[in-house]
């Protein structure tokens, strides 16, 4: 009995030995990399493992966008790691970079930043490991990991972390939620991970108003005193299969493109009484427009490549476009007949579309900034085009009447950023506040995809010129010619 005893305790100790070892070596290839939050969501199409500090990047060499042979073997943890600037940016925060990745192709200078003690983990007790603990996880010392939009380094037993503005931080949301601003804020994953800068540089794009846009004329006059509009109207309601849902521009910098493809889709239709319906493609503006793609845009160009050069549908030429897939060369041609008419002189992109038809609109024109005039404009002939100035709180709107807060008012001015968007508007309505005051509002769509805002439209005060929404409206006539 009593060797029984010895033997069953032995098997037990070598039991609990090998378990453990396995368990903790898995820890180690699959957990120093990423907080548990992360895990619960992975879902990236390259395996992920913990890195240690080395010279990859810096003697290799760092790529643009995605490129699957940017890579380099990583011995210590048999794994291979990457040197493109795919390898942080997946959308559910997943990273695969060379250990000095961030130092040589991201300049983030880890060592500068602020350093944080760890309380001591009690997940192991029986082992006094170096490392460092976050939620309950042990990292191995010299590991990296991503939290929101900063790097941590684990460095001598504690947490090395840049400390970045992000776009989507929790405080903001609940102060926004808590106050009485007259709209809700949400947290949306596909911001999560993006600093407040990269968040203005990669989801807006379009160039201020230029000299040539400013000095337009605006259609004036074409509203007597006693016309009356009704309180409520969207443009969708009174042409239902004619004014198209907003689409997703991702991390690129091309409301100019999206808003424009837009307006001149749904007033193509409109003019043309449905005998031409489809939605336009803005991938058509952003890769055969001669312009900054990716990098912004102006919507004065976009309305005269529409108007000189016209483009082909949304299906034909479909939306490909990120930050991720770097440069996409035009895919489409045309020439012009004697009657100035465009015909495509290439298949579409996507083959399994037949029609290559190209549309066209008539010059632009602009609105004046009398809200009345633009009401006008957009009840008679459809949708418009507005250029608005965006703050740091608009990419967190979820619901409700949107004007810029104060929360961040007393924040550093790093917190606190703006600029140029541009957005369709179709319509407009008015609500009571919770001071019994009437609230009128513009409903515009933005071109953040549908899980934004109010499923991808948003509403804001009008009359006030909120945001600077009512001081830039253009929008053209659709050219119809068969």
Same mark, same amino acid.
């Given at each position: ?9 032995? &098997?037990?100790?070598? /039991? ?36 240690? #500090?080395?010279?990859? &990047?810096?003697k290799s060499g760092c790529c643009e ?9 990583? *011995? ?8 493109? !600037? ?7 925060? %997943? ?9 040589? &192709?991201?300049? @983030? ?44 380094? &684990? ?9 970045? $503005? ?53 259609? +004036? ?7 009356? *509009?009704?309180?409520? !109207? ?28 837009? $307006?001149?889709?749904?007033? =193509? ?6 005998? *031409? ?24 160009s976009a309305w005269w490549f529409l ?37 495509? +002189? ?5 083959? #399994? ?25 957009? #009840? ?6 507005? $250029? @608005? ?9 979820? /619901? ?6 104060? $929360? ?12 140029? %968007? ?18 009128? *509002? ?30 830039? =409206?253009? /929008?053209?006539?659709?050219?119809? =010619?068969?």
């Amino acid at each position: 009995m009593f060797y029984k005893s010895k033997l069953l305790l032995l &098997c037990s100790f070598f /039991t609990y030995y090998f378990t453990f070892k396995g368990f903790a070596y898995s820890r180690n290839v699959m957990v120093n990399l990423y907080s548990p939050e992360e895990q619960n969501t992975f879902r990236g199409t390259r395996e992920k493992r913990a890195l240690d #500090i080395d010279s990859y &990047c810096g003697k290799s060499g760092c790529c643009e966008s995605r490129n699957d042979e940017c890579s380099l073997p990583y *011995f210590r943890k048999n794994a291979t790691c990457y040197c493109d !600037f795919f390898c942080d940016q997946e959308s559910v925060r %997943h990273i695969d970079c060379c250990p000095d990745f961030w130092l040589a &192709c991201n300049g @983030m200078d880890l060592p500068k930043t602020h350093a944080t003690n760890m309380p001591p983990s009690t997940i192991y007790p029986p082992l006094n490991r170096k490392g460092c603990f976050k939620d309950g996880s042990h990292y191995e010392d010299e590991s990296i990991m991503k939290e929101n939009c900063n790097y941590c380094n &684990c460095l001598k037993n504690q947490w090395i972390c840049t400390d970045h $503005v992000c776009l989507v931080r929790a405080d903001i949301i609940e102060d926004i939620n808590a106050g009485n601003f007259g709209w809700k804020a949400e947290n949306y994953s596909q911001f999560w991970g993006l600093t407040l800068e990269k968040g203005f540089k990669y989801r807006l794009g379009t160039l201020p108003p230029s000299s040539a846009l400013l000095s337009m004329n605006q259609m +004036t006059n074409r509203v007597s005193s006693d016309e009356e *509009f009704p309180l409520f !109207f969207i443009a969708s309601y009174k042409w239902p299969e004619y004014v198209h849902g907003p689409l997703d521009q991702k991390n690129c910098a091309a409301s100019w493109a999206f808003s424009t493809a837009s $307006v001149a889709a749904d007033r =193509i239709a409109i003019h043309s009484d449905g005998r *031409f319906t489809s939605n336009l493609s803005p991938q058509n503006l952003i890769s055969c427009n001669v312009q900054n793609g990716c990098n912004g845009g102006s919507i004065d160009s976009a309305w005269w490549f529409l108007r000189k050069r016209g483009l082909v549908s949304h299906a034909c030429y479909p939306y490909i476009m990120d930050t991720n897939n770097g440069y996409v060369a035009c895919n489409m041609s045309s020439i012009s007949d004697k009657y100035g008419k465009s015909h495509a +002189t290439k298949q579409c992109p996507n083959h #399994i579309e037949d029609s290559n038809y190209i549309y066209q609109c008539s010059p632009p024109y602009r609105i004046s900034s009398d809200e009345r005039e633009i009401m006008k404009e957009i #009840i008679e002939n459809g949708p418009v085009q507005a $250029v @608005m100035q965006v703050h740091e709180d608009f990419f967190l709107y979820k /619901t409700g009447i949107y004007k810029h807060t104060d $929360v961040l008012k007393n924040k550093p001015e790093e917190y606190q950023m703006s600029g140029t %968007h541009s957005v369709k508007i179709i319509g407009w309505g008015a609500l009571r506040g919770s001071d019994g005051n009437k609230q009128k *509002f513009w409903i515009a769509a933005n071109s953040w995809g549908r899980s934004w805002g109010e499923n991808g439209y948003f509403r804001i005060l009008r009359g006030q010129n909120e945001c600077g929404i009512e001081n830039m =409206i253009i /929008t053209a006539w659709g050219h119809i =010619i068969p």
